[in-house]
């Protein structure tokens, strides 16, 4: 199970790279960094993933106690939680960027932003 | 055709008008560095306009006699061939002749020649590089004409490009007779030169200086363009 | 107060700022640069109090329990140090950004607070992920920020970052992950104790590959090259205030956070970070020689002086407590300096690095420029100087020669730009454009001027090798800095007083060598100074040039120590730069002088470091003692660096211009002052290394013929100039050759006859240069043929260079001939045989350009133009007149200099000394008496001239046009001048001697490296994609190629 | 060696002796010459006349102040040469001024009239004198070098640099000359005297009709006068120093004339035998032909 979500999240990672490598279209490549870090993402969780553990909050049915035989690593929740928020600011950042490049030059091609170079 | 004149004689012929001075010696203004506007005169500045100056012999006569037989010993000829004359000049430096034997050598500069030789007829233009020659010589200095031509114009005494009497424009010394004279009658000419110099007559130089304005005059008359102060120092 | 505060504070305004009315704009930017300035101040409050040790580093834990389960900070000196270094930044560029923010609104100034405050978490944050987050505000508060450039390009720049920051943070995440999963802690201390142990899983299969990603990813903020081109993009079109934090600040930032994640690789990691650092610092450099924009350059040299950091991170290993001490003074020189350009940059309207030509009419930015130039370079007093001392020092010690010689390479590159740019600033045509100078931005790279000078005293402090700041010399010299508002001609008597006095205090501490030494730069100097009494104004600029390279002369031959001797060379190389740099065509030679002089101080660098072995301080007696493995090295380096300045053949294509364009008083400094510090450098050398061999070759037999080349082909390339100050620039060239030949000979008289070449080339070299200065001030001209006949004009100049032919001709009976039999006496001893024949066809050739000078200049036909000349001015046939007086006393007395200096060389070499009995002068081999030389030879001359004014006194004086000319006359006096191409017959037979080989290599070199900058600059297409592509490609190389690296 | 005040009267003693045997042995040479030629030549006392002659002469023009000092420098560069050059070996008080210097300065000193001659002539303004100059200067440069590498071998053959002393070595029979001992480098020196005096194939110089005589193109009268003086002592001079390097010196009057007229002879036979060279020839000579010799003569000692 944990290997099959992260191979999961890997192939999510190399699809939204190769993604974000072969187009040239500003949206799309957006798109593709937005599946590459879902992948990230589902890989973050799988890695603190324990079989048989339940989610690491503290309530009823997990008693403080016995927390850390029963719940799974709770630091890689966290990472992801923080991780998720953060790529989402990116990913408007980049957008206001697109809208902001597509006003400039009336085209979403990325090659075609190449005045500064050398 | 021109016109004698002796010496101390007015010149009887009308003057010619001046020719206009050749650009390179006209004044001219010109920036000197720091921007000021100066005029150049090059006859003025680039010449010296002193006139000849007389030099008699300064010293008692047994030192003078001294000097000119040492005088006559040592000709030194100007390397100057003027004419069609100069072609029996070689001959004189041959095993043939050999005239260093008499003290007679050749000089290539004018400054340190003190015999020259007008060997056959003057061009004016050549004349007046002669001239030139003649007057960056050192006092005394001695001139020779030699053959017809310097006489009386020779075979060209009607050429309008020749001179015919050189004695109107230098103080000839001695004449060589013949056209063309031989080496053999110019080694006799130096030799007779030679007495004149030890009997303390070639004063030639103090004679040009004396009469400057009428040998100048003369020369003018054929020389329509010395472009120069008149004595070429 | 808590470190956290720094986060917070930035935090909270920023938040705060959020909720203010966005009318209220004044009192928002208010706000923020109070709350930058509390941040600041918190940094600095630290950093004083872990400096001063009243306090130690602190852990800040954030939640209140232990990692891994909360994330913690560390306030330790390095951290408050870059916090601060930070903040400081950050408030300044607040200040810098007036504008933009105000018309931009809070939200901006929000960004920048978030920027500041993220880049200061990088820094204080001990948790990985906690790093990653900070990155990631970092990211965005960038992509924010860039947006207030002016630039319309910097919205794509931005986007290109946006792109490669995606790529990163993907392949950080996942590090961090497996790197938790292996370690089981986030934090980093925890992972490196985990790692270091070496029982834990961190750093192998998995956690090897986790590690590569997280430090690949840390490494991507470096800018590394070529995975770069976003960076640059950033750095050109960004506004120029965000820039210097992008640089300063997030170079930092990164820097540090790469450093604290090597904690956890391990020493193992090191040669990648080498690696990468030195390649990134080399190959920025190079493509940093292309460009023409100056915040694209900016961006090269930023990425450069990262990779350099980085590289010394490298070095971590090895350098111990001077770790801190070396990164941190390149990286704190780096930070000002750039942050100080990219303002200072703000303040021009135009892009191209011409354009800074405008700064030439506002000395005081002309200054904050050079200083920001110099430390980049690492030129003393600041603390770049300092850290690549150490550095050195700490490499050839561990024999990390390839890392060195890399360093060093890359360095004189990057001097190369910088001092070439810098020529443009001073010798261009300035721009329309006006520089901008509201108060507040030329506060604000003042500031960063006063820091740089500020953090130059204290690492000179902290070197524990002896402040620069605060040698006596060094700030004479600067002190004219200040009174530069002052009249020239009251500087100049305060320059004059200044140098007399300190020969005055440091007399008794000279031995005879020094003493010559001394009296030749000090008195001297003061000598040639007074010709500098001609120029009116202020001359800014002028003095503490002059009196920089005085101080660097001064203090260099009391040095004791490589360290001294180092600083002062660097110091007087500096000096003399700006001092060439000033004449009207001098650009392009300046700038191969501070080049050529660079390339020779870093080899002196080089082979001091190799010498010393780690030994600090290292006196330079010590020399005598290296052991014989490195002796022919650290003797081939010191003598190559001492070559530059003497100008050695091979190394000497700076000289002929740099000399030849100089003002007219610069010129006998450069020429016969300056060019004695190489022959200095090589008495000491000489002196305590003597003899080496070189895999069996004789070095002293080496220079031996260096020494003869450059004194025949020196001489050569004379005789063909048409330039008089070139002829005499080249002739520098043949007498140092000679200088060199008499020192290489190591015997007592070569060393003898060096030392008569060091006084007397001194005296006529600057009397001629005055001389000809004069004239071409008088003429407007240095070219010989377009003067002639000016003797009569400017008799005292004609007696000078007179005098000065005769002198240096080595004719008797003046001094000159003394040289010339001490080198005769000189060679009977000594077995090199081959040599001689070079240096005895030199000696007339010499004869040959000398005739040229004199006749060309003073005889022969004088010119229209120059009709009405008048002699030199006063001030400069003055010292002509004493160098005259001096020649004449020096050529009857010679005994009044060399005796103590004979007896002196007696301790080195105590065989064929010289016996000084009466009048005359006894070697093993021969003898000479001066005063009767003198003597016969004036009774002769005044008798013969008697006699010839018996004879021709009434001789008429003429004109020069009455000269026999063939029965004709004169054209014009041009056409009558005999004078161009004067030597044409000799160019016939030998001119294929004075091919220009030397400058063609050199061109070569050039060239090569410039076409390989413009060739790789094609690698930067503009792309964004293209970019990404760079990076990931980059990372799959650096990790292939690191597998062969680490265990 | 010191100085004696007696030292003066043989100082000109020396000189008149020396100018006497100069105006004599120069038109000795050229009455060789012109034998050569088939002809008999000046008379043997030409060379007074011409120089009284000369000292005679009424007028002179001056082109200025170094036109006027460049006999003088001329002048006092031969008459020094001579006196700083011990004449006769054995003799204190023909060696003359020698006590002020060594072989050093006589080579040295030889510079010093070329170095006034040359800066007299560049005052005349003439371009010829220039030319001149130029090419003599051109010249020296590479026919000084064998003879500077046959000095250099012969004062580490004798470990001196003082003239005496090398001729102090050469005594006691011809076999001991340094012609004998160190044969390369008299061959290097030799070649180099060649190049020297003046004479074909090395006068272009003086190119009589291309550039009138070169430097001297101006001079006349009394400068004439002391340069002539010059040219009768200053070879003499030359060949002394020739003579007492590698022909064991001279130990009274008539030896010193017959090798000075010896040596004298090597130019003159050269002379009449070859035509002239170009600058550039010469110099190509020098370098192809004697300085090998030189450098060889050098590595062997």
Known sequence: MILVSMAAGFLLILMGLYGALTNRNILRMIVAFTIASTGVNLVLVSVGYLAGRTAPILDAAVPVADAAERIIDPVPQALVLTAIVIGLGITALMLAYAFKLYETKRTLDISKFTELKG | MEAFVKPGEKNRLKERPERPVKQELQPRVVKTPDGQEITVEPLKDYYCEAPPRVHPPAYAKIVEDLFNWARAESLWILGFGTGCGAIEMRPLMTPRFDAYRYGIQWRPTPRQANLFVISGYLSVKTLKRAIRSYEQMQNPKYVVGLGSCTINGGMYWDSYNTIKRLDRYLPVDLYITGCMPRPEALLAGFLELKKIIKAGKGEGANRYAENFDWYKANQKQVIHDWDMPDYSW | MSPILIIAIGLGTAFLLAFLDNRLRATAYAITLVALAVMSWIAADWLFALSSGSTGPVEIFTAGTKPPFAINLRMGLAEAALTLLITVTGLLAAVFLKEPMMRLGRRSMAVLLIATMSFAGIVLTRDVFNLFVFFELAVISTGGLVLLSDDARALSAGFKYLIVSQVISILLLIGIIFLYHAGGSLNIDDLAAASAAGNSTVLLKSGALAFFL?????????????????????????????????????????????????????????????????????????????????????????????????????????????????????????????????????????????????????????????????????????????????????????????????????????????????????????????????????????????????????????????????????????????????????????????????????????????????????????????????????????????????????????????????????????????????????????????????????????????????????????????????????????????????????????????????????????????????????????????????????????????????????????????????????????????????????????????????????????????????????????????????????????????????????????????????????????????????????????????????????????????????????????????????????????????????????????????????????????????????????????????????????????????????????????????????????????????????????????????????????????????????????????????????? | MTFEWMKIPFALLTLFIVVNYGLLLTALMQKIAARVGGRYGIPIYQNYIDLLKNYALRSAITHGFMFYLGPVFRLTGGVGLLLFVPTIYGSAMFSNMSFAGDLILALYFIFFGSLGMALGAGESGHPYSAIGVSRGLSQVTMAELPLALAVFAIAVQYQTLSITEIVAAQQGGFLHWTLFTNPLAVIAAMLSFLGSMMRPPFDVVLAPQEIPIGPPTEYHSAYLALMQTNRVIFPIAKIVIFMNLFFGGASNWPVFFVKVFAIYMVSVLVGVVFPRFRVEQSIRWFMVWAVPIGIAAILIV
């Open chain 3, 214 to 1047: 997280l430090f690949i990813a840390l490494v991507a903020e470096l800018k590394p090259f070529p995975a770069n081109g976003w960076a640059l993009d950033i750095y050109e079109s960004a506004h120029p205030a965000f820039s210097a934090i992008f640089s300063a600040a997030a170079g930092a930032a990164s820097l540090y956070a790469v450093d604290k994640a090597l904690l956890i690789g391990g020493p193992a990691w090191l040669p990648v970070a080498t690696a990468i650092g030195l390649s990134t610092f080399v190959a920025a450099n190079v493509l940093a020689l292309s460009q023409t924009s100056d915040r694209r350059l900016l961006g090269y040299s930023s990425v450069a002086q990262i990779g350099l950091v980085f590289a010394v991170i490298g070095q971590k290993d090895l350098l111990g407590d001077q770790y801190l001490f070396i990164a941190g003074g390149i990286l704190l020189a780096h930070a000002v300096a750039k942050a100080g350009l990219y303002w200072l940059s703000g303040t021009l309207p135009e892009r191209a690095l011409t354009s800074w030509a405008e700064l030439k009419h506002h000395p005081v930015l002309l200054f904050a420029f050079a200083s920001f130039v110099a430390m980049l370079v690492g030129l003393p007093p600041f603390p770049g100087f300092y850290a690549k001392w150490q550095l050195a020092h700490a490499l050839a010690a561990d024999g990390r020669y390839l890392v060195l010689g890399l360093i060093l390479l890359g360095a004189l590159i990057e001097a190369g730009y910088l001092f070439r740019w810098f020529g443009y600033a001073l010798k261009r045509e300035a721009p329309a454009q006006q520089v901008d100078l509201s108060l507040h931005k030329i506060g604000v790279v003042l500031i960063a001027v006063a820091a740089g000078w500020g953090l130059g005293y204290l690492w000179g402090d902290l070197s524990g090798l002896g402040n620069v700041l605060t040698a006596l010399p060094l700030l004479f010299a600067l002190s004219f800095l200040a009174l530069d508002w002052l009249p020239a001609k009251v500087k100049n008597a305060i320059a004059i007083a200044g140098l007399v006095a300190w020969f005055l205090v440091s007399y008794p501490g000279y031995d005879p060598l020094r003493l010559i030494f001394g009296v030749i730069i000090l008195i001297g100097g003061a000598v040639i100074l007074l010709a500098s009494f001609e120029t009116h104004g202020r001359r800014i600029g002028f003095y503490p040039s002059a009196m920089l390279m005085y101080a660097g002369l001064a203090m260099l031959i009391v040095a004791e120590d490589s360290f001294g001797f180092f600083a002062a060379w660097e110091i007087l190389t500096l000096g003399s730069y700006f001092l060439i740099l000033r004449g009207k065509k001098s650009e392009p030679h300046a700038l191969s002088y501070i080049v050529f002089s660079l390339g020779g101080a870093f080899a002196i660098l080089a082979g001091f470091a190799v010498a010393a072995q780690g030994t600090q301080p290292f006196a330079l007696q010590g020399l005598a003692d290296v052991s014989a493995t490195f002796a022919p090295y650290v003797f081939i380096l010191l003598a190559a660096g001492f070559m530059t300045k003497t100008a050695a053949i091979g190394l000497h294509i700076w000289l002929p211009g740099a000399h030849a364009e100089a003002e007219t008083d610069v010129s006998p400094m450069v020429s016969g002052i300056l060019l004695k510090a190489g022959l200095y450098g090589f008495f000491i050398l000489l002196m305590t290394m003597g003899k080496t061999q070189f895999y069996g070759v004789e070095l002293t037999y080496v220079l031996l013929w260096i020494g003869a080349l450059s004194a025949l082909l020196g001489n050569l390339m004379a005789i063909f100039q048409e330039d008089a100050k070139r002829l005499l620039a080249y002739s520098s060239i043949g007498q140092m050759g000679y200088a060199l030949f008499g020192l290489a000979l190591m015997n007592h008289l070569g060393w003898l006859m060096a030392l008569m070449f060091v006084i007397n080339h001194y005296v006529y070299k600057s009397m001629l240069f005055l001389s000809v200065g004069g004239i071409a001030k008088r003429t407007g001209t240095k070219l010989m043929y377009r003067m002639g006949g000016l003797i009569t004009l400017m008799p005292l100049s004609f007696i000078a260079v007179l005098v000065g032919i005769i002198a240096m001709s080595g004719v008797p009976p003046l001094s000159g001939f003394g040289g010339r039999w001490i080198f005769y006496n000189a060679i009977m001893s000594s077995d090199a045989r081959l040599p001689m024949v070079i240096i005895f066809l030199s000696g007339p050739i010499a004869f040959l350009y000398l005739f040229r000078l004199i006749h060309t200049i003073f005889l022969g036909q004088l010119k229209d133009e120059h009709r009405r000349l008048k002699e030199a001015p006063f001030w400069i046939v003055l010292p002509q007149m004493l160098f005259v007086a001096f020649l004449i006393g020096f050529a009857i007395f010679p005994g009044l200099a060399l005796r103590r200096v004979d007896a002196y060389l007696g301790s080195f070499f105590p065989s064929h000394g010289l016996a000084w009995e009466g009048l005359t002068i006894t070697s093993e081999y021969g003898y000479w008496s001066p005063v009767s030389i003198m003597i016969v030879v004036a009774v002769i001359f005044v008798v013969l001239l008697a006699w010839l004014v018996f004879l021709n006194h009434r001789a008429q004086k003429v004109k020069q046009f009455n000269i026999v000319f063939a029965a004709e006359r004169p054209y014009r006096p041009e056409t009558t001048h005999f004078a161009w191409n004067f030597f044409a017959p000799y160019r016939k037979a030998l001119g294929f001697l004075t091919e220009p080989l030397v400058t063609r290599f050199w061109g070569g070199i050039t060239g090569t490296l410039h076409g390989t900058a413009d060739l790789t600059r094609r690698f930067y297409t503009g792309d964004g994609q293209v970019y990404a592509f760079h990076f990931v490609g980059f990372v799959v190389i650096v990790y292939l190629l690191s597998m062969g690296v680490r265990p």
